[in-house]
Structure formats: C-alpha cells, structure tokens
C-alpha cells in the first residue's frame, strides 16, 4: 500500500505543476481571447496527454501491478490529492468557502475542467 501511495503522491505532482501552469495561462490569455469553453476545449487534450504518459511513467517507476485494483487506488489516491489542493488554493488564495468551490461546477467548461 506504501508504494500505491508515492505512486499516488508522484502522478498527482506531476500532473499537477504543468496543470496548474497551463490552467494559470488559460485563465489570464486563453479565456479573454477564445471564452471560457473554448480554453478548456484547447487545455484538456494536453493536460490528457499529460496524464496519460506520466501515469505510464509512475506506474512503471513504482512497479505498480496491472491488476485494476491497484492502479485504480492509485489514480484515486492522485485525485483526491488534485481536489484537496485545488480547495486549499481557492480558500487560502481566493477567500472562497467550500459552498463556493463546489457551486462552480455548473457549466459545460467546468464539468469538462473537472473530467
């Protein structure tokens, strides 16, 4: 279980830095110039490939077996580090209470940011 959770913990940072980089230019340029749906439309096939070869990547580096459970814990684990973060930044550096960071999730761009 130790190995799932670094594997967790290494996908997730992984994911996450060139994300939340990707995500910052989407908001400041991307949004204003293309809208908010377009942006993410434009962001998600990346942040996808991104996912995808570091997954491949992470499970490799920590020899996490090919049985579902395992792998499923582990991409689990990362999301739940992704959402716990994500919070944590809208609190801490946006002032929003939890009610606020659940209620964004109404539209087709958030739902898409979320998949």
Known sequence: ????????????????????????????????AIGELGAVIAELPVILFISW????VVVRHFSIAARL???????????????ATELAISVVFFNQTFSDYAGQVHNTASLLGLL
Request: net charge positive; proline share 4%.
């Open 1 to 32: 279980m130790a190995s799932i959770l670094k594997a967790a913990v290494a996908y997730f940072l992984v994911v996450f830095a060139p994300a939340f980089l990707i995500g910052t230019l989407r908001v400041l340029w991307i949004s204003p």
């Open 53 to 56: 070869m570091a997954c491949k």
């Open 69 to 83: 459970q395992e792998r499923s814990a582990m991409g689990g684990m990362a999301f739940l580090l992704l959402m």
